[in-house]
């Protein structure tokens, strides 16, 4: 929907602050790292394996359309939404929106329509629940936003901000000892400047329940610069067939279990099999998360006609097979289906 990719480039920015503006009132530290890191993650992993096309206007979108403010883009927007109600993606960027005008009660009902079009959609959970923080005459968490909050960790067990607004939930009802809990585990998932300001908070409510600091943090582990896998991909011969040369070859590991994001991706030119490539800490697109932190991935291959990273009908992929980080085996990767 072209609108969506119009008011899309506005409204990025309101998105990355309005989503994480809890924090800012908590530890300002801790709001503008979490900022920087989803802003530098983001791009970090647009960069390697997107489509710098992609973020074009579409021909047919003349620049009279364009919104030339927020208020403008958010009326387009929801007239798109009235012409298109079952758009889980317009209605979330509704609620953003409204977020970041402080229409909170809007934002609640955006939110809750998108999480009706996609139920099992974790950041929607936890969309929801921030939601219903803001909306709230008192800014408490209510009952309700706490479910939403641990059924998204029950979907993604590893959501850092279904976890912050979990802990803070429980901060507030009185509930200290259990607020720094959950929010421990956000230590091993984080960079080294916002888990210092991360473990002040955790100390402070551990101090509210009368329990001692927690030790103090080990050195940050140095990347590895050393090649970690070493994967050869091949393609099978009528699938090779198709190929007209143009094509992108995508190759990723990513926790075995665990979320889609790659630990470690690289992308290039199809034009030649076998091809062997190695994957290492310098290929990981997330600067809170190395490769060499994983000790068992999954390792796949894709080869995109568009030279998207988002899997598309008609690209052509290979099974999936488990690895070992740092193993000396050379793992072997075989292109042999069709993405329907």
Do not use: C
Request: no cysteine; hydrophobic share 45%.
């Amino acid at each position: 929907m072209t609108a969506f990719s119009a008011i899309a480039a506005l409204l990025t920015l309101l998105v990355l602050v309005g989503v994480l503006w809890p924090l800012w009132h908590s530890s300002r530290r801790l709001f503008i790292g979490a900022v920087t890191t989803l802003g530098i993650g983001t791009l970090a992993l647009y960069r390697l394996l997107g489509t710098p096309a992609a973020i074009e206007m579409p021909p047919a979108m003349p620049a009279s359309a364009m919104p030339a403010s927020l208020d403008e883009a958010v009326k387009q927007l929801e007239a798109e939404l009235k012409r298109n109600p079952n758009e889980p993606e317009g209605w979330r960027l509704l609620g953003r929106s409204y977020l970041s005008m402080e229409r909170y009660a809007e934002a609640r009902t955006a939110f809750e329509t998108a999480l009706k079009l996609a139920p099992d959609d974790a950041n929607l959970l936890v969309e929801n629940a921030q939601a219903r923080l803001y909306a709230a005459p008192d800014k408490q968490l209510d009952a309700q936003a706490v479910g939403l909050l641990q059924r998204a960790l029950t979907i993604e067990p590893q959501h850092q901000r279904a976890r912050w607004f979990l802990g803070v939930s429980q901060r507030q009802r009185g509930q200290p000892a259990e607020a720094a809990r959950t929010w421990e585990p956000l230590l091993a998932q984080v960079d080294g400047g916002t888990a210092a300001t991360l473990r002040t908070q955790i100390n402070q409510a551990r101090a509210e329940a009368g329990l001692e600091p927690l030790p103090e943090a080990a050195p940050p582990a140095v990347a590895s610069a050393k090649p970690l896998l070493k994967v050869s991909v091949d393609i099978a011969p009528e699938l090779k067939a198709r190929l007209s040369g143009g094509e992108t070859l995508f190759v990723f590991a990513r926790q075995a279990g665990g979320p889609p994001m790659p630990v470690a991706a690289k992308r290039v030119p199809a034009s030649s099999f076998p091809i062997t490539l190695e994957l290492g800490d310098g290929d990981s697109p997330m600067p809170t998360l190395k490769l060499s932190q994983v000790p068992k991935v999954e390792l796949g291959a894709r080869v995109s006609r568009a030279g998207d990273v988002m899997a598309k009908a008609g690209d052509l992929e290979a099974v999936v097979v488990p690895a070992e980080v740092g193993s000396a085996q050379a793992y072997s990767l075989r292109i042999q289906r069709v993405v329907e």
